[in-house]
């Protein structure tokens, strides 16, 4: 896993500093993401992984 594998990259407000969006072909290149990638860098003291179930709504306004 490279960060090039990065969907997107928000800056954000709250609990967490960055929001990134990626891809995985399986556990492996997910431990591979957080173990060797984002744990090297500077700012990363604390990474939190969530998996995405279904995508329900993507790159489209809400009705509201």
Do not use: M, S, W
């Not at 896993?1 to 997910?30: C, M, N, S, W």
Request: with cysteine; proline share 6%.
């Amino acid at each position: 896993a490279t960060p090039a594998q990065f969907g997107f990259v928000h800056l954000v407000a709250g609990e967490f500093d960055y929001f990134l969006k990626g891809h995985a072909r399986d556990i492996t290149d997910v431990d591979k993401l957080q173990g060797e990638v984002l744990i090297a860098l500077p700012a990363c003291a604390t990474p939190r992984t969530f998996f995405v179930k279904r995508e329900v709504k993507e790159n489209e306004r809400l009705p509201f």
